[in-house]
């Protein structure tokens, strides 16, 4: 198992989400993080309709309304808590998660 530090914890706030990609040799891997209710949520940047990153610009990928994920090329809509497609061409389909681990103020991703 790889672990690979993300960021602090206190660099996340309710309302953003943050995307990060981690080199390696074969392909890179995006990903996002995602705060909710004081959890913290990993799931990989790729949308299950296109296979394309969800976000339009860096770090933008939540809803404006702030409460879901949502594809920036179709609009897709994914709950933040546990990545289900609740409206878009890919309703019923889920974002991949991401495990990742909590140690003092850090996150790290566990692949």
């Given at each position: ?6 960021c602090?914890?206190?660099d ?26 004081g ?10 309709h ?21 594809c920036?090329?179709h ?13 878009g ?5 889920d974002?991949l998660?991401?495990?990742?681990e909590?140690?003092?103020d ?6």
């Open positions: 198992m790889t672990q690979h530090f993300l602090k914890q206190q996340l706030t309710e309302d953003k989400a943050r995307g990060f990609t981690i080199e390696k040799k074969s392909e890179n891997l995006e990903l996002l993080l995602v705060k909710k209710d959890e913290i949520y990993a799931y990989k940047n790729h949308c299950p296109l296979g394309i990153t969800l976000n339009w610009q860096e770090d933008e990928f939540l809803s404006l309304e702030k409460t879901h994920i949502e920036s090329t609009g897709a809509t994914f709950n933040l808590d546990d990545g289900h497609c609740i409206a061409p890919c309703t019923g389909q974002l998660p991401l495990n990742i909590l140690r003092d850090e996150i790290w991703l566990q692949i």
